[in-house]
């Protein structure tokens, strides 16, 4: 029986990828847990079928923690306004709604509205901390910004609340040569988004997962 602890950066609908690192990278056991990172929908080729395999290994009763991302939480804003709207078609919405077929959020089936308005914004095991993006450093509790977890990063953290913790992120893209050099220096800080929708651009292009207790990256 496994206990690692996993975490899978951003996949945007990369499903084919996604697929791969779980299946044949990971492969997980009963007693192990993997939490994603969030952003699951837009600009991808696969996102309907990708939010389908995550269920799927819930529906597995694998140890599945899905957070929320700030591409999620644009598309459930977006019932609120043509502003909303508009800014989540800026950020790919279009081809999420294409993906499932929809014209708006509304025309979601109930499962994968649950699914979406369901998400925690963070999630915390043992000394690890997972986030989408990052937390306020400068207010007493960061836990109550949920704004800021999904939208901003930091590359460090003063707050004693963070004492002793590792927080691990994505959101921003960064080349898989910086995020092995950021897990091999220790840093508790630690960015796995490796920009898996990017395709072949530089060094990116990758979907990338630490199991946290080795450090060790996996990476298609």
Same mark, same amino acid.
């Given at each position: ?29 009963? $007693?192990?847990?993997?939490?994603? %990172? ?19 290994? @819930?529906? @597995? ?15 459930? +804003? ?15 919405? /279009?081809? &999420? %709604?294409?993906? /499932? ?14 699914? /979406? ?12 901390? /997972?986030?989408?993006? $990052?937390?306020?450093? !400068?207010?007493?509790?960061?836990? +109550? !910004? ?19 913790? &590792? ?13 092995? @050099? ?11 988004? &490796? ?9 990116? $292009?990758?979907? &990338? ?12």
């Amino acid at each position: 029986m496994g206990e690692r602890l996993f975490a899978i950066g951003d996949i945007h609908g990369c499903l084919d990828a996604l697929v791969n690192l779980v299946e044949d990278r990971i492969k997980p056991e009963a $007693g192990d847990r993997i939490v994603l %990172l969030g952003d699951y929908v837009d600009r991808g080729p696969a996102i309907k079928e990708t939010i389908d395999y995550i269920l799927s290994l @819930k529906e @597995k009763e694998l140890e599945i923690i899905a957070l929320m991302g700030n591409h999620e939480l644009m598309m459930i +804003q977006s019932i609120n306004g043509e502003r909303y709207e508009s800014g989540w078609f800026m950020n790919g919405g /279009f081809s &999420t %709604l294409k993906s /499932f077929g929809i014209d708006s959020f509304r025309g979601l089936p109930d499962r994968y509205q649950r699914f /979406f308005s369901d998400l925690p914004y963070y999630y915390r095991q043992d000394n690890f901390v /997972f986030v989408h993006a $990052g937390f306020n450093d !400068d207010i007493v509790d960061p836990y +109550q !910004d949920k704004v800021q977890m999904v939208w901003s990063r930091r590359e460090s953290y003063s707050n004693p609340v963070f004492d002793g913790l &590792t927080i691990v992120h994505g959101h921003t893209p960064v080349p898989l040569a910086m995020c092995r @050099k950021i897990v091999e220096s220790g840093d508790r800080v630690i960015n796995i988004d &490796t920009g898996c929708v990017y395709g072949s651009f530089g060094d990116y $292009g990758h979907l &990338t997962a630490i199991e946290l207790k080795s450090r060790e990256l996996f990476s298609v």
